[in-house]
């Protein structure tokens, strides 16, 4: 029978089956799966053929494969799947018409429920199955050009699959930030009404007896004003630990969180390291990602970032929000508005923005660089994006440095990205980030 060779729509088609997608690494393409050549679709003999050689016909719809970029989000992909939704039911409708048309071949004589392909009642049967076959063609042939019709509106999809750009994207991410920030400050003040009812109640009976240190700020709200190292408890279901406070800067009461001094630390640390903290916290350090995490949801924290370069330049950047998110969330780092004298190398701009950037470290790869990881590239741990405005954990150069730009970074420095003679890069002598409480008073 000639039609059971039939192959020649080259459409992609939805059909029953149903849709199938596959996640790729590939952020920047979105294409269909089989190959244009591959013949989708196949119209079949069922094998069921009369005595009068009438055969039924059976139409093979193959699923579409839409290969989707890595990032892509389900919210709108659920969107896409509503519109290749309809297009499918088109096809599906298509298939079914054909369906009938096997139906009524099978069932000589009797017409179809559908009336698709009703044969001449009167006419004798050979014509009748001749007239069927003419029929059947046509309707394929129909259903071929709707086939490319949708084939068309698919490939339309996938144009507007490709545009959607990263913006969206952004939108997205920024949308379940602001849930996971105001969830935070919820249980942030949940925590406070839990230590605050028992400790009124206490003072009440028992006046004066600060018990708890948070953070540095409270031990400057019991009249200390030396800089040194102190325990604070910034979570009383978690255990104390030691930081350096900083009672001098803009009125004291800072945390530290990090600083570089002379290179005596090495930055190039794994995911566990930064995790737990490591370095002399006298000198240079990482205080640790878990214990930022506890004194950043502690208290809604601003953050002070201190550079002098070896010119004797000092320059800082201040920033009215901080909040690092914990373990589960790769230590999330939230940045607020800037101010300061540095420039705001943490929000460069749109392609360069630390902002919202998870943590990455050499051995774990969270950042927004496709084809390889920034913490390996620039040796250290860090909030990378793909890759860096700025990066604190940089490797210590005692002077300026040639090669990959993996020292300590702050991409709004003046001068820092005019080409240098035979291509050095700038080098920082001292780099501190700190934190505070916003409502902290002098
Ligand atoms: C994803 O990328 C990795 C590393 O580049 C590669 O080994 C793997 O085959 C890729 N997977 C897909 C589905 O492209
Ligand atoms: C977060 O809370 C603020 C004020 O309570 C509200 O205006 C905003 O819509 C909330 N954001 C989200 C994403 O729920
Ligand atoms: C940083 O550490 C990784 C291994 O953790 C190592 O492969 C790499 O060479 C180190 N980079 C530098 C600049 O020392
Ligand atoms: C920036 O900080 C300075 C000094 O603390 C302050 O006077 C000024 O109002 C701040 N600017 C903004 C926009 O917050
Ligand atoms: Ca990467």
């Not at 952004?170 to 839990?194: H, Q």
């Not at 373990?327 to 701009?349: I, M, P, Q, W």
């Not at 390889?372 to 250290?380: E, I, R």
């Amino acid at each position: 029978m000639q039609l059971a060779t039939w192959c020649w729509l080259s459409a992609a088609i939805l059909a029953a089956p149903g849709l199938v997608v596959v996640a790729s690494n590939d952020t920047g393409e979105v294409g269909d799966g089989p190959p244009k050549a591959a013949c989708p679709l196949r119209l079949e003999s069922s094998g069921k053929c009369e005595a009068g050689g009438d055969c039924a016909f059976q139409v093979r719809l193959p699923p579409l494969t839409l290969q989707l970029p890595k990032h892509f989000s389900p919210i709108e992909l659920e969107e896409v799947l509503k519109e290749v939704q309809s297009l499918k039911e088109m096809v599906n409708h298509l298939k079914k018409s054909c369906q009938d048309c096997r139906l009524q071949a099978d069932d000589t004589g009797e017409p179809g429920r559908s009336g698709l392909l009703v044969p001449s009642p009167g006419a004798p049967p050979g014509e009748a199955a001749d007239g069927r076959v003419q029929e059947l063609e046509s309707e394929v042939n129909k259903l071929s050009s709707d086939l490319k019709t949708a084939k068309e509106e698919i490939d339309g999809l996938q144009g507007r699959l490709q545009t959607l750009s990263r913006l969206n994207m952004n939108n997205i991410e920024s949308y379940i930030d602001r849930k996971v920030a105001n969830l935070t400050v919820v249980v942030n003040s949940l925590d406070g009404k839990c230590s605050s009812c028992p400790g009124q109640e206490h003072t009440q009976s028992h006046p004066v007896q600060h018990l708890i240190y948070k953070d540095c700020s409270d031990y400057h709200a019991i009249g200390k004003r030396s800089s040194e190292t102190y325990r604070v408890t910034p979570d009383s279901k978690y255990s104390s630990f030691e930081v350096y406070c900083d009672m001098e800067t803009m009125g004291g009461g800072w945390t530290v969180l990090q600083a570089r001094l002379d290179g005596s630390t090495n930055f190039n640390r794994s995911w566990q390291d930064y995790k737990v903290g490591f370095g002399n916290i006298r000198r240079e350090f990482w205080l640790g990602n878990d214990k930022i995490h506890l004194l950043t949801k502690s208290k809604d924290m601003i953050l002070r970032i201190d550079l002098e370069d070896f010119n004797g330049v000092k320059l800082y950047a201040l920033y009215d929000h901080f909040y690092v998110a914990n373990e589960f969330l790769k230590y999330r780092v939230h940045v607020g508005n800037y101010n300061g004298t540095a420039g705001d190398a943490l929000h460069f701009s749109k392609q360069y923005n630390h902002d919202m950037k998870f943590f990455t470290t050499p051995d774990r790869d969270n950042d927004r660089y496709p084809s390889g990881n920034c913490g390996l590239f620039y040796s250290s741990g860090w909030w990378f994006d793909a890759c860096i405005s700025a990066n604190l954990n940089g490797k210590y150069y005692h002077q300026k440095y040639k090669g990959v730009r993996n020292g300590i970074f702050w991409g709004t420095w003046p001068g820092i990205t005019e080409a240098q003679p035979s291509g050095y890069k700038f080098s920082f002598k001292e780099a501190r980030m700190m934190i505070r409480p916003k409502h902290f008073k002098p």
